[in-house]
Structures are given as C-alpha cells and as structure tokens.
C-alpha cells in the first residue's frame, strides 16, 4: 500500500517570499505523484504531475516540483509568491497499472497563508 | 464547460434524518468516486464507481451508500446519518483509460454538518 506524508501542516509566509511545501511518499511500487491545489470555498484541482522523464515538473501559476526517487519526495516549490497562493496543498500518489479504487492516496495537506 | 456539480453546497440536518447529496459530471467519465475531507486527514474515499451499476466500498464506507445507474450521475446517500459524518465531502471524476496518470476533476465540495 501506498502512503503519503506532509510534514507541514501550515506554512505561513510574506508575499513575494519562496517557498516550499514537502512531501514523501512510501510505495514498495513505482508511483505517478500529483500536487492539487484548493482554493478557499473551491473544490481541488491539479496543479502538476509527475509520470515519468524529466525529475523537475513545472506546474500552473508559477509553480514547480522536484521528484527525487531516492529521498522519495516531491517538493513543491514557488520563487515568489503571491496573495492569491493561499490555499491548501494535497499531495498525492497513484500506481501505474491500478485502475481500481485507490486512484489517488492523499496527504493530509498543508494550509499555505501568504501574508502581506 | 467542463464540470462536476454537487447539490447542496451546505446542508444542516439532525441525527437520523435521511439525506442524498447529488453529483454530475458532463465530461463522459466513466469513473466517479466520492470522498471526505476532515481536517487533518486530507481525502479519504468513500465509495467509487467504474462504470454504470459498478459500484465499490474505498477506505471509509460505513454509513453511506451509493448508486450508479447512469453514467453521469453518482448520488451519495446517508440513510441515518450521525454526528461523526459531519465533513467536507467532495465528488470526483476522470476517465478510466490511462485512469492512474489522468487528472480527477473535482466538484465543489458540500459542506455537512449533523446535529
């Protein structure tokens, strides 16, 4: 089974400020990883994903994630943020070849509040 | 435009009380699964379907049920629901082709509190 970790439950953090949101994955399987984003009162939608190539993935509005198999993390990271990221971040696994019920195995997210 | 719609949005109701939260995707999906999101827990899966009539339990089934008897609509049903299913649910669809690398296109979430 598969399991996802986010360590931070908020990051708080000044406009304009980088910022990284973690996330480490446990899966004796090879994964796809996914960053969601939900904005306040929204439902989730996908900011970027990884399947396979390039380990540094870039996403909409500004962002970017790093896979490192050997850490077995994928980062989210911006260079600058803005008001409008505030938001929760779900990170999220699913297996290739698993088109059964778990098609995605969600962290417990992490809230990001940007502060003028 | 592409999207999947839940009814209602907010909805307060007594231990009990039989409910159905309705959901919708125009978009053909064949896949369609329901979660619940609970602070500090993230999404955790209800129930899922693969196709019409194909319906299964995820992680958290106990309480609720569900039915799939056309493709586009996926209700959730609380037959007596309880304080502990007080939650954000969501509703969720994607294609089954490729269903592991393709995007889950959220609905707006129905906030339910049981009182």
């Known amino acids: 089974a598969q399991s996802v970790t986010q360590l931070d439950s908020q990051v708080p953090v000044f406009e304009e400020a980088p910022v990284e949101l973690r996330c480490n994955y446990s899966?004796?399987?090879?994964?796809?990883l996914f960053w969601y984003v939900q904005y306040p009162n929204q439902g989730l939608q996908l900011l970027l994903k990884?399947?396979?190539?390039?380990?540094l993935v870039k996403g909409i509005n500004g962002f970017e994630a790093e896979f490192n198999k050997s850490q077995t993390s994928f980062h989210l990271r911006k260079p600058s943020v803005h008001i409008s990221d505030t938001a929760e971040y779900f990170c999220a696994v699913s297996v290739p070849g698993d088109t059964g019920r778990r098609a995605l195995t969600f962290g417990s997210g992490t809230r990001l509040q940007v502060q003028p | 435009e592409a999207q999947v719609t839940q009814n209602p949005r907010y909805l307060i109701t007594v231990t009990g009380k039989k409910l159905t939260v309705t959901c919708s995707q125009n978009?053909?999906?064949?896949?369609m699964s329901w979660y619940r999101q609970d602070p500090g827990l993230g999404l955790r899966q209800i129930y899922y379907s693969m196709n019409v009539e194909v319906t299964d339990k995820g992680d958290v089934p106990e309480g609720y049920k569900v039915s799939r008897k056309e493709k586009r609509n996926f209700p959730l049903i609380l037959e007596s629901p309880s304080p502990n299913q007080t939650s954000l649910y969501f509703c969720?669809?994607?294609?089954?082709?490729?269903?592991?690398?393709?995007?889950?296109?959220f609905g707006p979430g129905t906030r339910l509190t049981v009182t």
């Open positions: 899966s004796s399987v090879s994964v796809y």
């Open positions: 990884y399947l396979s190539g390039s380990t």
């Open positions: 978009m053909n999906h064949e896949y």
């Open positions: 969720a669809s994607r294609k089954l082709a490729n269903a592991e690398s393709s995007e889950q296109y």
